[in-house]
């Protein structure tokens, strides 16, 4: 069974230009996390999709930052205008959670963004 | 709100000496319970998880975590520690959304 797939691996732009971030979750899966996290702290959730609806996004900086799932299987998040703050690992995670799934999620490798 | 505390950074342990890693949690109402590991330059891993039933539940690797209702706790443990689990661990709730903890590095000496 393939993981979950992100990219690109590394991303290096400067303060105030626009990046995206793509994620393929697991077959099947249908729930959908992005996670930001930052060096030495754990991971923050900043959305979370069930199928291409979003369950959850209190956390994303709207102003910035955007995400979306339109046929319920890849996501991209994008980030326009980028700070120096938002340097950071982008996280995605996929999940087959439902009313008889298991819960536990499964990571994909991150991106490693650096906004200088 | 829903809270998750890791009270130690690094935990220290000598090889085959039992480990613990700690984790208290606030959340309202029955909450889903996890801890994964992130080794260097790898993604994060599932290690076990607590939903219902048995409070000690068994995961990956050896390891196995205790659920304790009343304290709100949710401590990691293994019996004999490996040089090879020297990696940073994570416990996570997820009562109304997923919470991660800020990790705490485990560190197994020969």
């Known amino acids: 069974e393939a993981g979950v797939a992100q990219s690109p691996r590394y991303k290096i732009i400067e303060k105030r230009q626009s990046v995206a971030f793509w994620c393929n979750p697991i077959s099947g899966h249908a729930t959908l996390y992005w996670y930001q996290q930052i060096l030495g702290q754990g991971p923050k959730l900043l959305i979370q999709f069930q199928n291409n609806g979003v369950v959850d996004d209190s956390q994303l900086p709207k102003d910035r930052f955007s995400a979306e799932r339109l046929k319920g299987v890849d996501s991209t998040l994008k980030i326009q205008p980028a700070k120096l703050e938002d340097s950071a690992v982008y996280l995605c995670?996929?999940?087959?959670?439902?009313?008889?799934?298991?819960?536990?999620?499964?990571f994909g490798p991150g991106t490693r963004l650096t906004v200088t | 709100a829903q809270s998750v505390a890791q009270p130690e950074d690094q935990v220290n342990v000598a090889e085959g000496n039992p480990l613990t890693v700690k984790c208290t949690y606030s959340v309202s109402g029955n909450p889903y319970l996890f801890w994964y590991v992130q080794y260097p330059n790898r993604g994060l891993q599932f290690l076990l998880k607590y939903i219902t039933g048995d409070n000690l539940v068994k995961g990956s690797y050896g390891f196995e975590a205790e659920f304790n209702k009343s304290q709100t706790s949710f401590h990691l443990k293994k019996p004999s520690a490996l040089v090879s689990d020297s990696a940073l661990y994570f416990c996570a709730v997820e009562g109304f959304k997923t919470i991660f903890g800020a990790g705490t590095r485990l560190f197994v000496k020969a």
């Open positions: 995670a996929s999940s087959p959670r439902g009313a008889e799934s298991s819960y536990e999620q499964y």
